[in-house]
C-alpha cells in the first residue's frame, strides 16, 4: 500500500517538509561514506531554511498545549484506556519541556558557525563543495567515519527538540481521522467538505493499481482526480476505471 498526504494549510505543509527532511537525514547520517555524510549536512541547511520562521516554535507548543488539554478531558471517558491516555500525556510534557528549554532561534548555533556557513554557502553552488573550493571540508570528509558522526550529531543535537515535537504533533494529527472506503468513478472523486476546516488528508491505494491521486482541496469541496505512469516518458495519463482507495480526514 502506498499512502499520499496532502496538507489543507501552509503550517501542515511546512511540518511535512521538516519530516521529510528529517527522515533523510537519519537514513544518511547513519551511512559511514564520506559523500553520504555530505547529504547528512546539506539536509541540516535545508532544515534550517525550511525552519526559519521565528514562530515555528511557539505555535508547535502552543498546538502541544492544545493537544495536552484536550487530551485531558478525556479522563472522564469510559470507553479511554487510563494508561494508554497517561503514557501520550507524559510524552506531551517530555516534548513540550525539552523544545522549551532549546534556547535562541532555531539553527542560531550553526548560523553562528563561521565554518558550517562558509560549506552552506558553497553547496547551494552546483558543484560548489569541490576540494579546490573547500579545502578545509575536503580535509574533514577524511576523517574517520565515527568522528564525522560525533561532529554532525553535536551540529544537529540543538534541533532534536523541535524534530521530536513535529513528529508527536503529525503522529497526533494523523490518529485523529477515520479512514473510508471509496471507490473513485471512471477515476474521479469528489466530495463536499460543508466549511469543515481539516489539516490533512491522508489517501491509501493498492500500488498494483498504478494509480497516482492528483488533489486539490478547499473548505468547501475535495477533489482527487487518478492519473497512470506511462511507460518510456512516464507522462501521467488519465485513469478511465474505478479506483478503489481508503480516504481519511484528519482535523486536530
Known amino acids: 500500500m502506498i499512502v499520499y498526504e496532502y496538507p489543507f494549510n ?3 505543509r511546512t511540518l511535512l517538509r521538516l519530516e521529510d527532511l528529517y527522515e533523510k537525514f537519519l537514513f544518511f547520517v547513519q551511512q559511514s561514506h564520506p559523500l553520504q555524510h555530505q547529504v547528512a549536512l546539506s539536509t541540516i541547511f535545508e532544515m534550517l531554511e525550511v525552519a526559519g520562521r521565528a514562530d515555528l516554535k511557539s505555535d508547535l507548543l502552543q498546538e502541544l498545549e492544545r493537544q495536552k488539554q484536550m487530551l485531558m478531558s478525556f479522563r472522564s471517558n469510559p470507553n479511554v484506556q487510563p494508561e494508554r491516555l497517561d503514557a501520550v500525556l507524559q510524552e506531551v510534557d517530555r516534548v513540550s519541556s525539552a523544545l522549551v528549554a532549546s534556547q535562541g532561534k532555531t539553527g542560531q548555533h550553526i548560523r553562528e558557525n563561521e565554518w558550517l556557513m562558509s560549506i552552506r554557502g558553497r553547496t547551494i553552488i552546483p558543484g560548489g563543495a569541490c576540494e579546490f573550493d573547500l579545502p578545509s571540508y575536503f580535509a ?9 558522526l560525533e561532529d554532525i ?3 544537529f ?5 523541535l524534530f521530536n515535537a513535529i513528529s508527536l504533533v503529525l503522529r497526533l494529527l494523523r490518529e485523529s481521522g477515520r479512514a473510508a472506503q471509496i471507490v473513485a468513478q471512471a477515476g474521479a472523486y469528489q466530495q463536499m467538505l460543508q466549511g469543515k476546516v ?3 488528508l491522508r489517501l491509501t491505494i493498492d500500488e498494483r493499481l498504478n494509480a497516482i491521486p492528483e488533489i486539490s ?3 468547501y469541496m475535495l477533489w482527487i482526480r487518478f492519473t497512470s505512469q506511462q511507460a518510456g516518458d512516464m507522462k501521467p495519463k488519465t485513469s478511465e476505471g474505478d479506483v478503489p482507495f481508503e480516504l481519511t480526514l484528519c482535523n486536530f
Not at 574533514?140 to 564525522?148: C, D, G, I, K, V
Open 153 to 155: 550529531a553535536t551540529w
Open 157 to 161: 543535537g540543538p534541533l532534536e527538540p
Open 140 to 148: 574533514w570528509q577524511h576523517h574517520s567515519p565515527e568522528s564525522r
Open 10 to 12: 501552509e503550517r501542515i
Open 198 to 200: 481539516y489539516q490533512m
Open 217 to 219: 482541496a478547499n473548505k
